[in-house]
């Protein structure tokens, strides 16, 4: 004899009422439903409780200092180059050592929240201007390596910042267990389950900036 269908069941149930054999099957169904219901709440709220545990809170007056720096810097490239250009995305999410990152598509700068906190004048005074000379040469020049000599010229003569690649930071509070590798332009990270994935052949990852492949290792300048 065939199964019933789950649909027809829930139908006897609802006319027979408790007494019906299907009463059982309907009220196994809704506990099963439920519990899958407050398991993925659960979930959620313990990864949104997680996130915010690792983003520190930037103090309001830290975040005028890094968006008047952009304007800063933004409004200087527009009178020297003589074109506007429309002001970028700030985003405080950038993870790992890595200062911060241009995200050219995305018209895009983000910041490291950790590193922004233990060295703010820094930031202010270089990592925004360094992030932001990447996007103003991909707008200028196109896609050109990501610290050559537009970049240099960027940064030296339009911003007036010395055209330094990488920072000096000290990273102890957010350099978790990872693996050195490298492309064609910087130094990168890839955390422990990357790094395995890597490893097993399930991922390979590019650098948002040159695009070029990441190898394991240290990146040496030319």
């Known amino acids: 004899m065939a199964a019933r269908p789950a649909q027809s069941l829930a139908r006897d149930a609802l006319l027979f009422g408790p007494c019906h054999p299907c009463f059982e099957f309907v009220s196994r169904l809704k506990v099963g439903l439920m519990a899958r219901l407050f398991y993925l ?15 520190p809170r930037l103090p309001i007056a830290l975040q005028q200092a890094v968006m008047r720096s952009l304007r800063h810097f933004l409004q200087l490239a527009s009178d020297r180059l003589e074109r506007p250009f429309a002001e970028p995305a700030l985003v405080y999410q950038q993870r790992g050592t890595a ?4 995200w050219l598509e995305k018209w895009e700068i ?6 922004l906190l233990e060295n703010q004048q820094a930031f202010v005074d ?3 201007p360094h992030e932001l000379a990447h996007l103003l040469v991909w707008k200028v020049f196109g896609r050109v390596p990501p610290h050559g000599k537009e970049w240099k010229w960027m940064m030296q003569e339009v911003l007036g910042v ?7 930071f000290e990273i102890a509070s ?11 332009c910087q130094q990168h990270h890839l955390t422990v389950r990357r790094h395995n994935r890597v490893l097993r052949g399930e991922s390979e990852y590019r650098c948002v900036r040159c695009k070029s492949l990441l190898k394991p290792g240290d990146y040496s300048p030319a």
């Open 174 to 184: 957010v350099h978790a267990a990872t693996f050195p590798y490298r492309c064609g």
């Open 110 to 115: 983000r910041l490291n929240p950790v590193l």
């Open 99 to 102: 200062a911060g990152t241009a």
């Open 41 to 55: 709440i659960e979930f959620f709220a313990r990864a949104a409780y997680a996130s915010g545990m690792k983003t």
């Open 162 to 168: 010395p055209a330094r690649r990488t920072h000096q």
């Open 126 to 128: 270089e990592v925004v």
